[in-house]
């Protein structure tokens, strides 16, 4: 029998470089992968901007009312889910109550100034007796009311002069409201699931902050990771008491 001949693999030249690795790289890994993590937080910062302000006022809201929710947690078994439901829907109560009591209040001011203005276009109305005895402006104001409402259809021969001038205007802005406001009620319920999942899931989270921060700044993580969270609970603490 003829002996089985071991072939070994032709090693080729390089074209460029050595043919074995350095044993030292120009950029330490750990200092790449630093500035890698950098990088990939400022591209989510540009491409996700959008979303920024709301992530961070629901992790604002759940650093300032962590204390109560673990009383929360407590009191419901340890059950993340059941207790992350409830704070959010106490959260919505403390927020839709009163924009319901102040929606309620601005919407009779408006049917009572409708009401007013109805009766003033049909009727016509005097100068109310507070604004003729202004000091300085009473008289030109009372000449002006006269001129504009003291008469009756004044309110429509102004609203038509006004409306036909800056129909566009009026219809833009009209556009631009109702967009703000539609984008203030998306920020809002983004604002109200990103709070959800910051309770439910708020310690795991920061335990990966916790990581990713200790190898970015492995000797001042620590300080920070202390004294960033006790600053905004503090800060909204004592703003929410003032506003009180």
Same mark, same amino acid.
């Given at each position: 029998m003829k002996e089985a001949k071991i072939?070994?693999?032709?090693?080729?030249?390089?074209?460029?470089?050595?043919?074995?690795?350095? $044993?030292?790289?120009?950029?330490?890994?750990?200092?790449?992968?630093?500035?890698?993590?950098?990088?990939?937080?400022?591209?989510?910062?540009?491409?996700?901007?959008?979303?920024?302000?709301?992530?961070?006022?629901?992790?604002?809201?759940?650093?300032?009312?962590?204390?109560?929710?673990?009383?929360?947690?407590?009191?419901?078994?340890g059950n993340r889910t059941?207790?992350?439901?409830?704070?959010?829907?106490?959260?919505?109560?403390?927020l839709v109550v009163p924009i319901a009591l102040a929606g309620t209040y601005a919407i009779n001011e408006v049917r009572e100034w409708v009401g007013w203005a109805i009766e003033t276009n049909r009727h016509g109305a005097p100068t109310p007796h507070w604004i003729a005895t202004l000091p300085v402006v009473g008289e030109w104001l009372n000449e002006q009311w006269t001129r504009n409402f003291g008469h009756p259809g004044g309110i429509g021969e102004l609203i038509q002069l006004i409306s036909g001038a800056n129909?566009?205007?009026?219809?833009?802005?009209?556009?631009?409201?109702?967009?703000?406001?539609?984008?203030?009620?998306?920020?809002?319920?983004f604002m109200m699931i990103a709070l959800f999942f910051a309770y439910r899931d708020g310690e795991h989270f920061a335990g990966q902050v916790d990581r990713l921060g200790e190898r970015i700044l492995p000797t001042?993580?620590?300080?920070?990771? $202390?004294?960033?969270?006790?600053?905004?609970?503090s800060t909204v603490t004592g703003m929410t008491v003032i506003a009180i």
């Open positions: 072939q070994k693999p032709e090693r080729h030249q390089r074209l460029f470089g050595l043919s074995t690795p350095l $044993r030292a790289a120009v950029i330490p890994p750990l200092s790449a992968a630093r500035w890698l993590l950098v990088l990939i937080v400022a591209a989510g910062v540009y491409f996700f901007h959008g979303f920024l302000f709301p992530v961070l006022a629901a992790l604002v809201i759940a650093f300032a009312s962590w204390p109560l929710y673990r009383r929360l947690l407590a009191g419901v078994g059941i207790a992350a439901t409830l704070a959010i829907l106490f959260i919505l109560t403390f129909i566009g205007s009026i219809y833009r802005g009209v556009l631009a409201a109702g967009g703000s406001a539609f984008g203030l009620l998306l920020t809002l319920l001042r993580w620590e300080r920070i990771s $202390r004294v960033v969270p006790a600053t905004i609970s």
